[in-house]
């Protein structure tokens, strides 16, 4: 059997593709000859060498073996699919296995990717980062965008409904067939929320006792740590940009005084470090941070898995859609030619396109670049009400990354971003 090349690439020369060796013929042995020599073997031979003669006779191990490559890669909240079953078996067909080191978006964005295949940001900043630097220091890099997934707030219904009954939420029309009446989608008056929260308003103002539940805490909502997080720092944006009237810093003194000015609205929370999507789905936080910030997949994939184990999806935690809305855009970064070839991959083929969806997430069509309506189509199926945006709500913009990075560290009080080593592998 030739030699099947290198498994990785050299440091010192870049990426390396090794040619894949010619095929070889199976062994095809059949009918009295193998009985035949199945006795034999027994007899003349070790047990592992027969086992291996079997298999081959079987047809069941092919000569040569296909070569797996190892891609590294660091990742944030988009580890979720990479990390799924069905995902990495997909990959091991094609010949990848995934190595994923976790790390928060703003972490990969500012620590060093020499040795790593991929990096994955949880949204466009991080990723915007990572490819000007890398630009800058002469090592341009390709990106992928094979689905999107907005930033949402998953809250209790208990909660959604105190908001309702005094006009900061909304729900969406629910009657999915077959799905529960109650509806999964509030649309929330982001403005009238941030109110509650500046004139320190506590959940007992609202009368939530008339709800079966008892919170004396602010009225919040918890996003994992700013310093570290995409959906933390859009969260950070999303509120500025709702709070000095849909307006974004344009300049360096305006981004210090936005961020001043909202600074109270979001530390009140303790800034904690968790992933907030892991806190709200695996435990019962009604009475610890009824409201998190999150992205939309997540809280998904929660109720189709939530769906085919109950026949029903979770009626008791429900989403608050912010009428001003941010869609965030992850980005797969590329560092060599074996990350380019995954990202192709995973924009392009379709069983990994489904999975996605079937993991939550807006899949983009590989041909227009929009997102598909297959999930809509997908949760409707299995009667799990699907959420809809209305082409009245405002999108908020971003500031501009300096500005952003540069309010992140006021109101986090972070340690400044550094400009990584960006060694190629």
């Not at 009604?286 to 109950?310: M, T, W």
Request: glycine share 8%; hydrophobic share 35%; net charge negative.
């Amino acid at each position: 059997m030739p030699p099947a090349g290198p498994a990785r690439s050299d440091p010192s020369t870049g990426p390396l593709r090794p040619a894949r060796p010619a095929e070889e013929p199976r062994l095809a042995v059949g009918g009295p000859v193998r009985s035949r020599l199945r006795r034999t073997l027994a007899l003349a031979l070790p047990a592992p060498v027969i086992g291996l003669v079997l298999l081959l006779a079987s047809g069941h191990l092919t000569l040569p073996l296909d070569r797996i490559v190892t891609i590294e890669a660091k990742m944030a909240s988009k580890r979720d699919f990479f990390e799924n079953p069905e995902v990495r078996r997909i990959l091991m067909k094609h010949g990848f296995r995934v190595h994923i080191t976790r790390m928060g978006s703003r972490d990969i964005a500012t620590q060093d990717v020499a040795g790593y295949d991929v990096v994955f940001p949880s949204g466009q900043p991080a990723a915007d980062l990572i490819t000007r630097q890398r630009a800058r220091a002469g090592h341009p890099a390709l990106t992928y965008r094979p689905f999107v997934s907005p930033i949402v707030l998953a809250t209790y219904r208990e909660y959604a409904e105190t908001l309702d009954d005094a006009d900061i939420a909304e729900p969406q029309p629910a009657g999915t067939p077959g799905g529960s009446a109650e509806p999964l989608y509030y649309t929330l008056d982001m403005g009238r929320f941030l109110q509650q929260t500046k004139q320190g308003r506590r959940w007992d103002d609202l009368d939530i006792e008339k709800h079966g539940v008892h919170n004396g805490n602010k009225i919040l909502a918890q996003t994992s740590d700013v310093c570290d997080s995409n959906s933390g720092g859009t969260y950070l944006g999303l509120v500025s940009f709702v709070w000095h009237g849909n307006d974004a810093p344009g300049n360096d003194k305006d981004a210090d005084r936005y961020a001043r000015d909202i600074k109270d609205l979001l530390i009140e929370q303790g800034l904690p470090g968790s992933e907030r999507a892991e806190t709200y789905l695996s435990v019962d936080g009604k009475g610890i941070a009824p409201i998190s910030v999150i992205y939309e997949h997540q809280y998904l994939a929660h109720q189709i898995r939530y769906e085919a184990e109950h026949g029903k999806p979770d009626a008791g935690r429900v989403l608050l859609y912010p009428s001003t809305r941010f869609v965030t855009e992850p980005q797969l970064v590329a560092l060599t030619g074996d990350g380019e070839r995954l990202g192709e991959l995973v924009t392009e083929d379709p069983e990994l396109q489904h999975k996605a969806m079937e993991l939550g997430f807006r899949v983009r069509d590989a041909t227009s670049g929009s997102t598909s309506d297959q999930l809509a189509s997908f949760l409707a199926d299995r009667g799990i009400q699907v959420p809809v945006t209305s082409a009245d709500d405002t999108k908020a913009v971003l500031p501009r990354l300096p500005l952003l990075e540069r309010m992140i560290q006021t109101v986090g009080e972070c340690p400044p971003a550094q400009s990584p080593q960006q060694g190629a592998k």
